[in-house]
């Protein structure tokens, strides 16, 4: 396994996958990992758990992100999205490349991400080595793409620039411009990564997606689903006709610093939340995640507790009426959405936060884009026993035939055994 970040402990959606993907590889056979020793800022370095086959772990010190300056020029000469330009790859790269030339022992080498797999692969191209895959000799290479990224871009793009309440013109204009050069970067940078995640998938055994719509968007012949999955509770409340406190409350959470999901709360603070507080004037929102100074602003507005990090997660599930997935951009699917579902907690969702996972509307959870959409069913959740006992009672059902980890991890292994059988053959 190789990935851009250290797994544990796994604190957001991108570190619970990794962490479930090198248990489900450690189910097919002996797993080493080489991973960039990145963690959670607000979250400490954890030692690798007891994971079944999990053997050496070597983990790098990040490098420094490249200034603009440095990777602009570069960027406008060359193909690759200015992500894999700007981050230092090279101690990750260069591990890699010395493990693989070490010996013939390595079946099969899973890259968390194509930002662990193109540098490597660029070493090897511009080597006088050529890449072991490209001769189909050595070990079967696999990527996860987890998200596409020109789908993100795209999507990204529809969304207008975002005015903190009260700001100023020459803020608006500061705005303004960034996101008018960021949406031209991102233009160009959506084609990009189009054309490097098929150039990658013509290069190597399989690439990974989260769900059969992905598998549809990526035009990859050779994607597979491995989807996103959630852990089951030791105790779930299932008993959702009567308000858990006092107070209606809503829940959201998710990593403050990840634009779809900075972009999400502030537009349910600014857009949906009044519309919510119309009609059920206690009702309140509680927004968990890290780097909430990013956001720092949502903390004034009426019936918003901006938390940040919590040290447990557990008293805010038990606490929430409802769970919220505003998200508006973005790709893959959402860990926020299957731990609702997990949790038996009554969900409203866009379809975009929700793509991917079989939830319908009406049936597992509402699902509404529109400011008014949105709000009318937060509304009727906080309002209706009867609709959030239904939803709840669903969503936990669907979550337990699809979306249990243990399930996606045992496929996952499967796939493993067969893709190195099948080079082996």
Known sequence: MVAQMYPWPPV?????????????????????????????????????????????????????????????????????????????????????????????????????????????HEAMKNSRTATRSNDRIGPVEVVDFNDLENLSLKLRRRNPPRFAPGSGPIAHMRVLSRWAVSRGFDLIDERRWDAVQRDCAAQVAAVVVCSELDVERSGCTNAVVVGNGAQAPERIITDRMALQTATPTMLFVGA???????????WFVREVMPQILAKVPAARVRIVGRNPERVSWVGSQPGVDLLGLVDDLAPELDSADVSIVPIRVGAGTRLKVLEALAHCIPLVTTSIGSEGIAVQHNIDALVADSAAEFAAACISLLSEGEMRQRLSQAGAELFRRQYEWSRIEADLASKVTSWVEQAQA
Do not use: C
């Open 12 to 120: 957001d959606g991108y570190r619970q996958r990794l962490s479930h993907m090198i248990s489900a590889l450690g189910q097919a056979g002996e797993v080493e990992l080489i991973s960039v020793d990145r963690h959670s800022i607000g979250s400490e370095r954890v030692e690798p758990p007891a994971v079944s086959g999990l053997g050496k772990v070597s983990t790098l010190t990040p490098g420094p992100e490249m200034p603009m300056r440095d990777w602009l020029r570069p960027w406008v000469r060359s193909g690759p999205p200015r992500r894999l330009i700007a981050g230092d790859s090279s101690e990750l790269t260069e591990a890699v490349l010395l493990r693989l030339e070490s010996g013939p022992d390595i079946d099969l080498v899973f890259y968390s991400l194509l930002d662990s797999w193109w540098p490597v």
């Open 256 to 266: 403050l610093d990840y634009e779809p999901n900075s972009d999400a709360v502030e």
